[in-house]
């Protein structure tokens, strides 16, 4: 399988000629849900949910369907009948060849006078988990854990035990849109001596194999 970093929480992943899209959001770029068969959105917020960019992709491709929470699947599934499908904590699927373990169910606290939303994390095919904006645990073995090294309800410091605690042979860098070049070799330097995982940060565009 090959996973490419898109812009921000955004990546696809690829295999059998099918494509799998995680959180193709307002910060990724505008194609980046073009093309997918299976697009899985963690949570509502807008750098991780573009509404336009999955109709776009779903009218574009009349075989693609969403897997989501209810908080997104309602904002489509009346335009796309029996395409958006509805998942939460503890659920599994197979989608395009992809199998699909759901985690975890709250956002992580930007601040506690705000409530918070709900929030999934996406196990693929036994091997890549993308927690979306949570710390979350999976509690299975993760190969390829996409990490969210910089946003504004965490700190490098919870970054690094979240890593620790998963356990993951390797940590990919994703949320680093708003990380700014001077701080990357920061957390570079830091990831890279204390996870314990080796640590990977992709250019928007660029690929690895999983």
Known sequence: MKLTKKRHSCVRME???LTLVIDPGAFSEQDAADGADVILVTHEHADHFDPGRLRSALEANPAAEVWTLASV???LSA???GR???VGHGDTFTAAGFDVQVHGELHAVIHPDLPRITNVGYLVDGAVFHPGDALTVPGY???TLLLPVMAPWNKLSEV???VRE???RRAVDIHDALLTDLARPVYDTQLANLTGADH???APGDGTAT
Do not use: M, N, W
């Open 79 to 81: 335009a796309f009948p």
């Open 73 to 75: 699947a309602e904002q």
């Open 200 to 202: 990977l940060r992709l």
């Open 160 to 162: 690094i035990d979240y």
């Open 141 to 143: 073995p993760v190969d």
């Open 84 to 86: 958006v499908h509805t």
């Open 166 to 168: 998963v356990k993951p």
């Open 15 to 17: 295999k059998d000629g």
